[in-house]
């Protein structure tokens, strides 16, 4: 893919990508703005149209096109590069070698699918019953009907199969889409449609509602080679501005609510579609915020979700939170009919998933007595686990203070627990996350610096005119005497940084120790006193 990439570069100027998200002003030979994401107060985000390429300062990213789309939409190279195709029209099957017969199938399959979406749209505005069961008992305003691209499929059992065919899709074509049934008929009929859209706004499948009590009331698109449930988060191309203002997502369980909340103002609002959430889920979300509110039923599958989540979410660095002052009503959509405003002060009172969680159990078991007390610790000690070291700590302590025992009482539940889902060990980047490394690297190369071989110089193009544009902004005018300075005091912070990161890791492994395990725990305690040495010096 690296000639569709070249080609899209010579077509889009990154001042023009980078600015239909932020407002840039030119400022000599490069353009400068505002982060997007909300970190500086002074402008400290940097175009260069000469090299390319983009450098934010304040949040210390940079790169390409391609990693700026990825970064403020919080979707994949691929999308990104779909994405950035589309607007450069460059058509990327002309690139894909073997994979052009599936590029050509997932093409049609987007443009049935298209068709399909503004079919059904135009149905719902000819049929005046479905109008007043969307407008009126849906409570929904023309604005969202519009931004979400409701519509309404008709009861015939080919009406859209007849459209589509006289348009020149085989039916295999509107298999590959999902809009057939078993029997070649239409997949949706006599249903309020809803379209699924994807990162980059195609639609990719739709998600039905019955307009009467029968059965079954929701009727999603099957897997297909463009949807996959596992992957897929409703509402997220409508959400992703706001949550990357804003700074927080919630998830609620319908679609509807995703609606709903939209219209309320609450337009950070997404759903897993179909599905329960999936570790692809919060990492996708997980790129735009690290701050995720659950808004869930307080039921018990309310709270095998909440559960769930938080082992996922365990490694990741996200901050888990649950909704739930819904006062009488049974969920965000039946809240927000009661007055929209009461769903957006709910959405500001979230309280920390694991409290809400221990509440719950709280309420499940008798704490006066000892099979309750037992109950509850195990359950507790369970889920303390999957968090990071200082908040297991906290937790424990709490749950001790709960139950009135003393916090070592309690390492038995937690010692005969299931381990994590997933361990993911640090890779050593956060090293780098304070800019540290690019700031030496940028005094070695352009200000010619002589370190030996200590370090790697980066062959990337890319990277090297990015870490120009650091040195540029920060030592231009500095002397050489002062470059070299400035190099060993930032080398002996690199190095600082290195050894806190290391503790922190060995301290990681301690806490996942089982209390038997006495030789391994003092060989990680002796690495830990050598490392402290190390730093004090």
């Not at 290195?498 to 301290?507: G, H, P, R, T």
């Amino acid at each position: 893919m690296n000639d569709a990439k070249e080609e899209i570069r010579a077509r889009l100027a990154i001042e023009d990508v980078v600015g239909q998200y932020i407002e840039l002003k030119r400022k000599g030979r490069t353009f400068e703005g505002h982060s997007p994401w909300g970190v500086d107060k002074t402008p400290s985000f940097m175009v260069s149209p000469e090299k390319g390429i983009w450098h934010d300062f304040s949040a210390n990213r940079g790169g390409d096109i391609f990693s700026f789309v990825m970064e403020v939409e919080g979707i994949s190279f691929r999308e990104a590069l779909e994405k950035l195709a589309a607007q450069a029209g460059v058509d990327l099957s002309k690139y894909s070698g073997g994979d052009k017969q599936v590029a050509k199938k997932k093409a049609r399959a987007k443009e049935a699918l298209e068709l399909a979406c503004k079919y059904y749209q135009v149905c719902l505005s000819k049929n005046k019953p479905v109008c007043e069961y969307v407008f009126y008992k849906r409570n929904l305003n023309r604005p969202t009907v519009k931004e979400f691209r409701i519509g309404y499929s008709p009861k015939e059992g080919k009406a859209l199969v007849d459209f589509l065919t006289k348009r020149g899709f085989s039916r295999q074509e509107m298999t590959d889409a999902g809009l057939l049934n078993r029997f070649s008929g239409d997949m949706f009929r006599g249903r309020m449609m809803v379209p699924f859209i994807d990162t980059t706004g195609n639609v990719i499948g739709f998600t039905a509602r019955v307009l009467d009590k029968s059965e079954p009331k929701y009727l999603n698109t099957p897997e297909t080679i463009l949807f996959n449930k596992g992957r897929f988060i409703f509402g997220f191309y409508q959400a992703k501005e706001a949550i990357r203002k804003s700074g927080f997502v919630v998830i609620v369980e319908g679609n509807m609510d995703v609606i709903s909340s939209h219209q309320a103002g609450v337009k950070e609002a997404v759903a897993t579609s179909g599905t329960a959430m999936t570790e692809m889920h919060l990492r996708a979300l997980s790129k735009l915020t690290d701050d995720i509110r659950l808004a869930y039923d307080g039921d018990e599958a309310g709270v095998k979700a909440t559960e769930r989540a938080i082992k996922m979410a365990g490694d990741m660095g996200i901050k888990l939170s649950v909704i739930s002052d819904y006062g009488a009503a049974k969920d965000p959509d039946e809240l927000i009919q009661k007055g929209a405003d009461l769903w957006v002060s709910a959405v500001q009172k979230n309280m920390p998933a694991v409290d809400w969680l221990l509440s719950k159990y709280e309420e499940r078991f008798d704490l006066k007595t000892a099979d309750g007390k037992q109950e509850y610790s195990d359950l507790a000690m369970d889920l303390l686990k999957y968090l990071p070291k200082v908040r297991q700590r906290h937790y424990r302590q709490l749950v001790a203070k709960k139950l009135n025992v003393e916090v070592e009482d309690l390492g038995e539940a937690a010692k005969n627990g299931k381990k994590r889902l997933k361990e993911v060990k640090t890779s050593g980047k956060s090293i780098e996350d304070d800019g540290i490394l690019d700031r030496i690297l940028s005094i070695l190369i352009y200000g010619k610096i002589n370190a030996g071989n200590d370090f790697e110089v980066p062959k990337d193009k890319n990277k090297l005119a990015e870490l120009e544009m650091i040195f540029d902004r920060f030592y231009k005018s500095w002397a050489k005497e002062n470059l070299e300075v400035e190099f060993e005091e930032l080398c002996k912070k690199r190095q600082k940084k290195s050894v806190e990161i290391e503790i922190k890791e060995l301290n990681d492994e301690l806490a996942r120790l089982n209390d038997d395990e006495e030789d391994k725990t003092n060989e990680i305690l002796r690495k830990i006193q050598d490392l402290q040495k190390t730093e004090k010096k």
